[in-house]
């Protein structure tokens, strides 16, 4: 799944004014296996379900389409989307991010990204700087983009598909001198910001947890519960691109953090799947 941020709907239902991301993330879950097709009927409903109002659905998702996230199509005479093919394979890269994340060790040593791109093409410069931002890349000088040695792969895959790699030069290595690296780690991080999202994180969704503990949440409430908490989870991985624990500060609240998302997935997913499948095989 992609990293946008969301705001969820509020407990009471009021309606979060940045549906889009939310949106991505019911699609993202469930219709992909559904033949990568949702009726509109269906998405009005599992909003609904997170209270937010069928008028504001349809234009959230018509601008998507307009933005090329999603395809108007039509199955059997229904009215319904699917996700496009560069959607998908977001969604796909994201997937390992968000669900299978990978810290790095300084064994692992450091990505060094430098590019340059002519005046002409000054489009290409941000969607490099908008590529590298998110991939997690820091900033270690002007025109310097710096990132943990594991991504070195992801990082490459990601410039060749979107057709960068031409302005880039990406290097590998140690940071042999000079300085403190535990300290170059907080000017080319804002980890300030990073512990704040965290915090926020644990704030909203640590006093579900005992709840879905006790095992009486509903598929209803897990679904409730679980597509705002992955909506406001989905961008963190990326914010934080598994700097090494050794560089971080101590207690770092990602970790606490990350745990609570993994136990709520695992409490989560199933029940509220259920709860999407039936709303989405009734009005399909």
């Avoid at 909003?47 to 234009?59: C, I, K, P, T, Y």
């Avoid at 997937?95 to 340059?116: H, Y």
């Avoid at 690296?181 to 704040?196: A, F, I």
Wanted: include cysteine.
């Amino acid at each position: 799944m992609t990293a946008e941020s969301q705001s969820a709907p509020n407990a009471a239902g009021g309606r979060d004014t940045r549906l889009g991301p939310l949106i991505i993330t019911v699609f993202g879950l469930y219709a992909r296996g559904e033949r990568n097709w949702l009726s509109v009927a269906s998405v009005v409903r599992l909003m609904a379900d997170l209270g937010v109002e069928g008028q504001a659905v349809r234009s959230s998702v018509s601008r998507l389409k307009r933005r090329g996230v999603l395809r108007s199509e039509r199955h059997a005479g229904a009215a319904g989307y699917s996700l496009a093919e560069s959607t998908l394979d977001a969604l796909a890269e994201g997937d390992v991010r968000i669900f299978e994340r990978c810290r790095a060790t300084t064994e692992d040593g450091w990505l060094v990204v430098v590019f340059s791109v002519p005046e002409s093409e000054r489009e290409k410069r941000h969607e490099l700087r908008s590529s590298l931002t998110r991939l997690g890349f820091g900033t270690a000088a002007p025109g310097v983009w710096v990132a943990p040695g594991n991504l070195a792969a992801e990082t490459r895959r990601t410039l060749e598909c979107r057709g960068l790699s031409e302005y880039v030069d990406i290097f590998t290595g140690d940071h042999f001198a000079f300085g403190n690296l535990r300290s170059k780690v907080r000017t080319w991080w804002d980890l300030g910001e990073l512990t704040e999202l965290y915090e926020d994180f644990l704030r909203r969704h640590r006093p579900v947890l005992d709840a879905a503990s006790s095992g009486g949440t509903t598929p209803l409430e897990a679904f409730r519960t679980y597509i705002p908490m992955l909506t406001q989870w989905r961008r963190l991985p990326y914010r934080d691109p598994g700097i090494p624990l050794s560089l971080l500060p101590p207690g770092w609240s990602g970790v606490t953090a990350g745990a609570l998302f993994d136990e709520l997935n695992s409490l989560l997913s199933a029940p509220a799947r259920e709860h999407a499948l039936s709303v989405i095989h009734r009005h399909g």
